[in-house]
């Protein structure tokens, strides 16, 4: 299981103290390329720590190296999909961010067994098999269930799920948005959803996440084409 933080260069300040202001880089290649001389240094820390289950070890270290490249940017580790660990760098889809992390996967070093690299968020390959544990409850992402309204170019969607009404309000919009970053990564979310709404009812017509992924990556593959 891997973790994701916003990262920070300093311990925690003293709370009557205001955060230092962190440096943004002016040139994101060079970065880029401080970030990943950094990575190279750490990694043998970084693999002993993630071999021995304890990632906890290396995000310090980690949240600094981060921070050759951008403050804002976040970062996590976790299994990967083609190779046994992942490396995610996001921005969280912000524009000003987006020149930071294309410097970052230009200037990657290519994947290989153990490493891959995202410059975003990645789906899920199955959203049916993830269970989430949100508030007590321990949650199928097999029983979600989207309506979509296509528009064009972007899809308004209503999402359901059978817990929804046990949940409270806050947990509930945590569920209505997961479900669609897992099924469609970040950054294919930020470009072709536009509203996002939570049913309260099972809407008529509604698929699954697996049905919602084709629909979505279908118009994205016409519109690009159109392009």
């Given at each position: 299981?891997g973790?994701f933080?916003?990262?920070?260069t ?7 103290t205001?955060?230092p ?5 002016a040139?994101?290649?060079a970065?880029?390329?401080?970030f990943?001389?950094r ?10 720590a993630?071999g021995?289950?304890e ?26 999909q083609?190779a046994?660990?992942?490396l995610v ?5 912000d ?24 410059d975003?968020v990645?789906p899920?390959?199955?959203p049916a ?7 007590q ?24 799920h ?7 309000p ?13 099924a469609l990564?970040?950054?294919?979310a ?9 049913a ?7 698929i699954?996440?697996?049905?919602f992924?084709?629909l ?11 392009d």
């Amino acid at each position: 299981m891997g973790f994701f933080r916003r990262n920070r260069t300093e311990d925690v300040p003293d709370p009557r103290t205001a955060w230092p202001e962190q440096e943004i880089p002016a040139d994101a290649g060079a970065a880029a390329v401080a970030f990943w001389t950094r990575w190279f240094e750490l990694l043998p820390l970084i693999s002993a720590a993630l071999g021995e289950r304890e990632p906890q070890r290396v995000e310090h270290d980690l949240c600094q190296a981060v921070a050759l490249l951008h403050p804002d940017l976040h970062f996590s580790l976790d299994r990967g999909q083609r190779a046994i660990y992942s490396l995610v760098l996001t921005g969280q889809e912000d524009p000003a961010l987006r020149p930071y992390t294309d410097a970052w996967k230009a200037a990657a070093p290519p994947e290989d067994a153990i490493w891959e690299y995202h410059d975003s968020v990645p789906p899920v390959p199955d959203p049916a098999e993830v269970t989430v544990n949100i508030a007590q409850h321990r949650i199928s992402l097999a029983d979600v269930r989207v309506a979509a309204l296509v528009e064009e170019s972007v899809v308004d969607v209503a999402v359901y799920h059978p817990v929804f009404a046990s949940l409270d309000p806050e947990t509930r919009s945590t569920l209505t948005f997961l479900p669609l970053d897992a099924a469609l990564g970040e950054r294919l979310a930020a470009e072709r959803l536009r509203r996002v709404e939570t049913a309260e009812a099972e809407p008529q017509g509604a698929i699954t996440l697996l049905e919602f992924r084709d629909l979505v990556r279908g118009l994205a593959e016409t519109v690009g084409g159109d392009d």
